[in-house]
């Protein structure tokens, strides 16, 4: 097996692998990961080839000396050295883990390995930041434990499978930790549970999971990352701030689908009944009747209260709120009519607390906001 780039033999008739002896011999395309740019190939051959073993990039630190190996620019092998730049670089993936390095690494040095100085390959070079296209010292290449794991999942089943809780999460801000009591803003909160492991388990919209698999969350990205090197059908003990109260959840992942698949696990929630309108923290809202969803277009499914005008000089219209927005949760809790709204209002003033999280939502699109109470 090979292990190179998924740029590299992306959209190729025929794949040939060249050795440095200068035998070519052709490979048939095993698998790829786009996620993290890898793909594996398979060669035959009558007799073992070399290879060289993957080591363990989280022992790898800043300040260490590192070889790169590659084509640079097709001018045949060639190896370059430098020291490891950063750690946990992230460039555009969810599950991105780049060594960056300042050995120089140059178009045809992609799918090349990067080496620590016991000979272990820690990193697979795949990128560089450059004004030119050549080497300015900034080079990144996507660590050994990432890279590992989807070869040997490739390899077995010709594809990655990774774990999958089914929330759709963001980042916890000072303004949301002050709202919900929170000692610091750390954790992933919830926008949004599809049909699959995470509502079965019954994890809802506005939970902060703070620790997944007896790690603590950071943030958002922690957890994509934690959820993602997860095995499919593995019991997972999640903990998350609920109402200002710890709650742990067993829940039992699933096999990650496609981005088309995901949306169409959205929730569809139930209808709700007329209210009043009402003006609260200078929103004039209403309960979504009928006429309200064909004056404003908005799907049947959609529930919660619709801001029909937003005051100018209000917090609310600082922070984007604008009419035609639909509040759907507000202090962790779903919002179905103007009085559950005015309950959660009173409960955080006797809290002490001087702001309300609410969910807002926008042509279906969630996004937290942190309003003034006072």
Known sequence: YVVTNNHVIEGADEIMVEFSDGTELSATL??????????????ETEGPLAFVAFGNSDVARVGDWVMAIGNPLGQG??????????????????????????????????????????????????????????????????????????????REFGEVRRGWLGVNIGNVTDEMADALAMDEP?????????????????????????????????????????????????????????????????????????????LATAPVPEETIEVPKAELLGLTLSNITDELREENALDGSVEGLLITNVDESSDAYEKGIRAGDIITDAGQKKISDVA????????????????VLVLVRREGQPRFVVLSVE
Request: avoid cysteine.
């Open 77 to 154: 092998f060639s190896v370059s050295a430098g020291i490891i730049s950063a750690r946990n670089r992230e460039l555009s993936g969810n599950y991105d883990d780049y060594i960056q390095t300042d050995a120089a690494i140059n178009r045809g040095n992609s799918g090349g390995p990067l080496f620590n100085m016991t000979g272990d390959v820690i990193g697979v070079n795949t990128a560089i930041l450059s004004p030119n296209g050549g080497s300015i010292g900034i080079g990144f290449s996507m660590s050994s434990n990432v890279v590992l794991p989807v070869v040997d999942q490739i």
């Open 186 to 262: 750390s954790g992933a909160i919830v926008l949004d549970v599809f049909e699959g492991p995470a509502k079965a388990a019954g994890l809802q919209v506005t939970d902060v999971i703070v620790m997944f698999d007896g790690q603590a969350v950071a943030d958002s990205g922690s957890l994509v990352k934690l959820v993602g090197k997860s095995p499919v059908g593995k019991v997972v003990k999640t903990v998350v701030l609920r109402a200002g109260q710890r709650k742990t959840l067993d829940v039992i992942l699933g096999q990650r689908p496609g981005e088309d698949a995901i």
């Open 30 to 43: 095993v698998g790829v990961d786009k996620n993290v740019d890898i793909a594996v190939l398979k060669v």
């Open 340 to 355: 559950e709204l005015e309950a959660q209002i009173v409960a955080t003033r006797e809290a002490g607390r001087q702001s």
